[in-house]
């Protein structure tokens, strides 16, 4: 028995030795291998950097490294000696081409749906969260001009327990009214209404158009054909104008 498992194991070893090279395992993608290790990523592309065996990945505008030898995700920016960051020039190309798609599909936007602020000839497309410091400032820069019509769309991105105050707003008779309440940081008045799916509806697809138009973060601002993310006071009033 000894002698047949012998003789086995040998032609076992004989004819992998004489199996052709194409016959080998493959090697795993880098694309493939960076999904299968960090499956929550939304990986967009996967092209070799300046250092070899690491790879760029790019989701959203954001841009990390991926050393698929080990399975690692190294974030950082990456400097040549001139002192030229690669990195940041790929991620204000993403940038603006975020922004110039996001022009691109601002015409498909229905202005009907979302809170109207104002009456003034001059038109601001905004995206905010009734829970963001940021959000609430900007807004509080705007209350005052009457020049200015405001086209709201309630996106708490980062709170996402700001969404019953999104319900609030929208089923409102004054939805102006109730926006400046939550804005100005003013509790939730006690109710015990169920807010319908028509209203809950409505706010999933005011963050479906700020997915759409690829906003990631508030307050986020539209005006004559330029974007303005955060509560730039200064450049919003430059452009309106």
């Known amino acids: 028995m000894r ?30 291998a960076v999904r299968k290790a960090f499956p929550q990523l939304k990986v967009e592309s996967v092209v070799e950097s300046q250092i070899k065996g690491l790879y760029e990945v790019v989701t959203g505008q954001n841009v990390f490294y991926f050393y ?11 400097y040549t000696t001139t002192g030229q960051n690669i990195t940041g020039e790929k991620k204000r190309e993403l940038k603006k081409k975020a922004q110039e798609e996001a022009l691109a599909k601002l015409k498909d936007l229905p202005l009907d749906k979302a809170v109207k602020i104002g009456n003034g000839p001059k038109t601001l497309i905004e995206f905010t969260d009734p829970d963001c410091p940021y959000c609430r400032r900007a807004s509080e820069g705007l209350k005052n001009r009457s020049d200015v019509t405001r086209y709201v769309f309630l996106t708490p991105l980062a709170h996402p327990n700001a969404i019953t105050k999104v319900y609030y707003i929208l089923s409102a008779k004054d939805k102006e009214a109730a926006y400046h309440e939550m804005m100005a940081g003013k509790p939730l008045p006690a109710t015990t209404v ?33 974007q303005v993310v955060g509560a730039d006071l200064e450049r919003i009033n430059t452009l309106l104008k």
Request: glycine share 6%; proline share 7%; net charge negative.
């Open 3 to 32: 002698n047949v498992t012998s003789a086995l194991i040998a032609l076992f070893v004989l004819t992998l030795t004489m199996l052709p090279a194409s016959a080998a395992p493959l090697v795993e993608k880098p694309e493939a």
């Open 194 to 226: 169920e807010y319908s799916k028509e209203i809950k509806d409505l706010a999933s697809q005011h963050m479906e158009f700020a997915r759409m138009l690829g906003i990631d973060g508030t307050p986020s601002f539209f005006i004559n054909g330029q």
């Open 68 to 78: 698929p030898e080990k399975d690692l995700l190294v974030v950082g920016d990456i």
